[in-house]
């Protein structure tokens, strides 16, 4: 899990704005919002199936992209310097969206055991509602936004092999 977390924190490097302050700020309006104000809501509801199809989808595309990339490999023993690159290219997008879609998995593992431990603390404190309500919301941005830069990088890897 260490290594999963280490690629996967390499490949987000360059978009940390939108993976950690883009859920900080709505953490933090989530907090501001139920704490002082008379709005009441829970997060959870519905959470646990939704991501778990998400994450089942997530563990099949794995398998998909590396085969993709070993086919392509294969393919093509002699190859000119365009097709090298493209295949080096390629390597690198592998690599990155496994580590990303791998930590996309341990994220949503990580979500629907929050969303059964915080559904569990049932408390007529307003602060632990708000603070619990505001965790839960950062790292299910989290997982939003991991899964549109995933969605974003394949975008760009298909537009790529539909040019050329």
Known sequence: MKDIIKDALVALKSSWLWFYLFPAILALGTFLCL????????????IIETIGIFAAFMFTLV??????????????????EDEKNYI????????KSVAMISFSILLAGWVIFLQIIFSQ????????????NSVFSFFLAQYFVLILLIVSEMYAMLTEDIES
Do not use: M, W
């Open 121 to 132: 603390v049932v408390s007529e404190c307003k602060t632990v509602s708000s603070i619990t």
């Open 63 to 80: 398998f998909i992209i590396v085969e993709h990339f070993v086919k392509r490999k294969e393919a093509k023993p002699a190859l000119n």
């Open 88 to 95: 080096s290219r390629y390597r690198k997008f592998a690599q």
């Open 35 to 46: 704490r002082y104000t008379d709005v009441s809501f829970n997060l959870y509801g519905g």
